[in-house]
């Protein structure tokens, strides 16, 4: 009787469709799993922030705006109170004939704001924040280093430095100054949604292309157009962004703040009620 040496092709098949059938229900599971973990690495996140924005809170005695203009002389400062006012109440010694916090360190080109854009790469217009824009801006403070072409093109942004402990000129980019930092922010994680040369940040998951909002609230209400990160000027396209969030018709955290991802879909849905339109949006709350 002449002994089998090895499988028949039939048994090998079969064995395939029992792997393919195993694949087939575990895969989905591990895909979920991952999917979970990242979200919780985005959660996680977040705590950070929210920590960083505690620190703030502790040192200035309020938590960032969530809009403000920056502008280069006093006569400017003073034509906008409401700028001005929020800057006093971080910095009350701040002098308002400081320089704009961009980073001249480097040779850079003379241009002027691109299409639509509320800002000069250079900084030599006033600089319009929105919400996202201030999370970055007052957690890690003026960037230092950040490279450009010849058309004003953002090649590699700088890495923010935090904030000079001179209590007249808390902006100054002078990287020998003594510092306040609150957190270590990744540059790689900027994006430029609105195109102003002022940095956003997106959150951990991959290939996310847009980036967290922010809104204080700070116990008066949110401003809704603080959550919008760019709008057209023709009015043709909508505003990129969301309502601020409310249970029950009540604004969330309305003592403090929000801070919104878009979540692995990189789509904000339309805010207001959170039970009804959080989608996979990953937020502090």
Not at 114 to 136: D, F, I, M, T, W
Not at 155 to 166: A, D, E, R, V, Y
Request: aromatic fraction near 12%.
């Amino acid at each position: 009787m002449t002994k089998r040496s090895g499988f028949t092709l039939i048994e090998l098949l079969g064995v395939l469709i029992l792997i393919a059938i195993l694949m087939a229900f575990l895969l989905p599971a591990v895909s979920s799993v991952r999917k979970s973990v990242q979200d919780q690495v985005t959660k996680a996140q977040m705590s950070s922030y929210a920590a960083a924005l505690t620190d703030f809170h502790n040192a200035y005695g309020c938590y960032p705006p969530s809009s403000i203009t920056l502008y280069n002389n006093a006569a400017d400062w003073r034509a906008d109170p409401s700028s001005l006012a929020k800057m006093l109440r971080m910095f009350p010694n701040f002098d308002p004939n400081g320089p704009l916090p961009w980073d001249f360190s480097l040779a850079q080109p003379s241009f002027g704001p691109k299409p639509g854009c509320r800002v000069s790469h250079q900084g030599s217009y006033p600089a319009q924040l929105n919400g996202a824009e201030c999370l970055v801006f007052f957690l890690g403070g003026p960037l230092y280093g950040t490279v450009y072409d010849s058309s004003g093109n953002i090649l590699k942004w700088g890495q923010p430095i935090g904030f000079s402990k001179n209590p007249a000129l808390p902006l100054s980019i002078n990287p020998k100054e003594a510092r306040t930092t609150f957190i270590q922010l990744d540059s790689k994680k900027f994006t430029d949604v609105d195109d102003d040369g002022i940095p956003e940040l997106a959150d951990s998951l991959p290939n996310q292309s847009f980036p967290m909002i922010y809104g204080m609230s700070d116990g008066q209400g949110y401003i809704p157009s603080d959550f919008i990160l760019w709008f057209d000027p023709s009015n043709v396209l909508p505003p990129v962004g969301l309502a601020p969030y409310t249970r029950a018709g009540v604004e969330i955290n309305k003592p403090s703040y929000q801070i919104i991802s878009p979540g692995r879909d990189a789509l904000y849905g339309a805010g207001g009620d959170y039970d009804l339109n959080k989608g996979d949006n990953i937020t502090n709350f």
